[in-house]
C-alpha cells in the first residue's frame, strides 16, 4: 500500500496569514492526490483533485502543487471558516490512502 | 441536488454483524462507483473498498483490513448501497461514511460524502 504521511499534524495561525500543508508518498504517486477538508461535526468535502485542481465551489484561497511523492496545500489570507482538519489522499493504486490529517486553528 | 444518506450504524458485540445502508438521490445511481469510507475517533479516514458501476459490471475492491469480513452491494433499483459488516472488532468502531466517486482518465476523487453513521464494537 501507498503511504501518506502528511505534516504537520497541527498548526495555529492567525486571520490573515499563509499556511501550507505538506502530504508525502512513500513512492511516486504522479499527481493522483486529492484533498479533503473536514469540519467539525461535518464530512469530509472534496477541495483539491488531480493535485492543483480546484474542486467546485471551493475559495480560490486554497491552491494545490507538488509532483511525484511531495505535495502541498496553501491557505492564503486566513479566514476563521479554514478551521478544519485537512488530508489529503493517494488515489493512484488501491487502496486509496490518505494522510493521518492536519488540524488547523485559528489563533 | 445530491443526496447520500447513511443509516444501520448502533451498538454491536464484538463477533456480531451489522448492515449499513447509504440512500441516494439526485443523480444517476447505477452511473457511479460508490465507496465506503471510515474514521475512528481521532484517528484518520480509511477507504474500505467501493463497487463498479453498470459499465464496469458493479464489481468490487477492498482494502486488507476488511476483505473477507466486509461485503459491498448495491440495490441499483432503489438506489441504495449497502455495507455488510461480519465478524465486528473494537477496532471498526467508527463513523461510516458513503461516497460517490468521481473517475476520469487521470482523475479520481470523491466528491459527494453523506453525513456519516456511528459504529460502536462494544460488549
Known sequence: DIQMTQSPASLSASVGETVTITCGASENIYGALNWYQRKQGKSPQL????ATNLADGMSSRFSGSGSGRQYSLKIS????DDVATYYCQNVLIT???FGGGTKLEIK | EVKLVESGGGLVQPGGSLRLSCATSGFTFTDYYMSWVRQPPGK????????????NGYTTEYSASVKGRFTI?????QSILYLQMNTLRAED???????????GSSTWYFDVWGAGTTVTVSS
Open chain 2, 73 to 77: 452491494s448495491r440495490d441499483n433499483s
Open chain 2, 44 to 55: 484518520a479516514l480509511e477507504w474500505l473498498g467501493f463497487i463498479r458501476n453498470k459499465a
Open chain 1, 47 to 50: 477541495l483539491i483533485y488531480g
Open chain 1, 77 to 80: 489570507s486566513l479566514h476563521p
Open chain 1, 95 to 97: 487502496p486509496w490512502t
Open chain 2, 93 to 103: 468502531s467508527a463513523t461510516y461514511y458513503c461516497a460517490r466517486d468521481i473517475s
